[in-house]
């Protein structure tokens, strides 16, 4: 049974970033076959794809276009998991971050959810 | 990016009804749409894949029908567990996933 959970801080100040990590038991962040994202949900925003990666024989990273500039995804093999990091926080970045397996762009396996409150 | 919209955004029904919602895409997604349900407080759950296909361990009362623009989520016989929040998401444009606003199911 795959199950990701999610470690990090509740609340940033703005200008600071945001670093949120994502351990994976019972699948390998090296997997060929799915991708490893992070998406944000909050009331004025909804649900917000922000990024993924995987592995195919090397690398590869996506963002959103909108964040492209302040974030970013890495992958951990020697832990098994993977993070994100969003520079310049403002109030506007307040969700709750999720990560999630996705598999042929079905995200199927969800973290527990991590509230990141942006306030000084 | 493409645009989901879902209706309603709310609908109130009893425990045994047959509920409808509906999801809408700005461009054809042939059927590349993925249905979620949400507690409150807990991350979504996918229900259903590829507009029709139901993820391994959700009730056969959930299905998804659809496809191109038009897509639709009913529950045949509305149980207590099944009060939340649902969403749609289409796939075809991956990576850049996009949600609906969500259709809140409430108690009568």
């Known amino acids: 049974q795959v199950q990701l959970h999610q470690s990090g801080p509740g609340l940033v100040k703005p200008s600071q970033t945001l670093s949120l990590t994502c351990a994976i038991s019972g699948d390998s962040v090296s997997s060929n076959s799915v991708a490893w994202n992070w998406i944000r949900q909050s009331p004025s925003r909804g649900l917000e794809w922000l990024a ?7 690398w590869y990273d996506d963002y959103a276009v909108s964040l492209r500039s302040r974030i970013t995804i890495s992958p951990d093999t020697s832990m098994n998991q993977f993070s994100l990091q969003l520079k310049s926080m403002t109030p506007e970045d307040t969700a709750v971050y999720y990560c999630a397996r996705g598999t042929d762009s079905r995200l199927d396996y969800w973290g527990q959810g991590t509230l990141v409150t942006v306030s000084s | 990016d493409i645009q989901m919209t879902q209706s309603p955004s709310s609908l109130s029904a009893s425990v045994g009804d047959r509920v409808t919602m509906t999801c809408r895409a700005s461009q054809a997604i042939a059927r590349y749409l993925c249905w979620y349900q949400q507690m409150p407080g807990k991350a979504p759950k996918l229900l259903i894949y590829g507009a029709s296909s139901l993820q391994s361990g959700v009730p056969s009362r959930f299905s998804g029908s659809g496809s191109g623009t038009e897509f639709t ?5 509305l149980q207590p567990e099944d009060f939340a929040t649902y969403y749609c998401q289409q796939a075809i444009d991956s990576p850049r996933l996009t949600f609906g606003g969500g259709t809140k199911v409430e108690i009568k």
């Open chain 1, 52 to 58: 993924r990666t995987y592995f195919r024989s090397k």
């Open chain 2, 73 to 77: 989520l009913t529950i045949s016989s």
